[in-house]
């Protein structure tokens, strides 16, 4: 079972309640100060994570054609486009205070995107899916308990709201990433950099290729098959 996207969601409803608790008594230093902390940490777990890629071609490669596609598809547009709908939708009942509520409506649409569909919730779901290792959510739901705090201050109990939607994303990529991990290969597994975690959590699955391995002459192993055979007997000898 997956544990962090119910830490992340947790953190942002704690941080959203706290924050309408304090309202404006947090000072405006401390707001700033922390959001420039919030992008360092960011920058920190991107660094840590492609030291430890095991296959860095595979993930340069992949953030090229990622891009690529994305730019063809025109993807920008269509988020921008979302996020113009979901903004009228949102004032669509207060036409009469529209520019009164035109900043509030901007500002919580804008953080909404922020905690639903950031990249490191988006990967952090689906590695939990794929591997069990939950560590870059729990490191996300740190960030976020002091980003929903800080915006609380201003929009007010509505920020704890968004944990919602957020809860019911993760819990989706991490459920689909799940579904895929079947159709992957041992060997991209490795290179994804998830391939010990995922058989830490089913030790009986890699016990048993462990004991496939074993039970095959080196001479019947070629290739990539070797390698991995290798990679399992050292991690069996890890356990």
């Known amino acids: 079972m997956v544990t962090g996207p119910f830490i992340n969601a947790s953190a942002v409803l704690v941080g959203g309640v706290l924050g309408a608790l304090l309202s404006q008594r947090l000072p405006e230093r401390i707001r700033t100060s922390m959001t420039s902390i919030f992008g360092l940490?960011?920058?920190?777990?991107?660094?840590?994570?492609?030291?430890?890629?095991?296959?860095?071609?595979?993930?340069v490669l992949s953030t090229l054609v990622g891009t690529l596609l994305g730019e063809i598809c025109n993807m920008e547009k269509g988020i921008n486009t979302l996020v113009?709908?979901?903004?009228?939708?949102?004032?669509?009942?207060?036409?009469?205070?529209?520019?009164?509520?035109e900043s509030y409506i901007q500002s919580y649409v804008a953080i909404i995107v922020l905690f639903c569909a950031s990249g490191t919730g988006v990967f952090g779901a689906?590695?939990?899916?794929?591997?069990?290792?939950?560590?870059?959510l729990i490191a996300k739901a740190f960030l976020d308990?002091?980003?929903a705090t800080?915006?609380?201050c201003t929009l007010g109990i509505a920020v704890a709201a968004i944990s919602v939607p957020m809860l019911?994303?993760?819990?989706?990529?991490?459920?689909?990433?799940?579904?895929?991990?079947p159709l992957t290969t041992p060997m991209m597994r490795y290179a994804a950099g998830g391939h010990r975690a995922a058989h830490l959590r089913n030790k009986n699955v890699c016990r048993g290729e462990y004991a496939a391995c074993a039970g095959a002459g080196d001479a019947d192993l070629?290739?990539?098959?070797a390698v991995f055979c290798l990679k399992t007997r050292a991690f069996s000898a890890m356990w």
């Open 41 to 59: 940490a960011s920058l920190g777990i991107g660094i840590l994570l492609v030291i430890k890629c095991a296959n860095l071609p595979v993930m």
């Open 84 to 101: 113009s709908k979901l903004q009228q939708l949102m004032s669509a009942k207060g036409k009469k205070k529209a520019s009164a509520h």
């Open 126 to 136: 689906m590695r939990e899916g794929m591997t069990g290792d939950a560590s870059i």
């Open 145 to 147: 308990f002091f980003t």
């Open 150 to 152: 800080i915006f609380a």
């Open 168 to 181: 019911l994303i993760q819990l989706t990529l991490a459920a689909c990433a799940a579904i895929i991990m």
């Open 222 to 225: 070629s290739g990539l098959d």
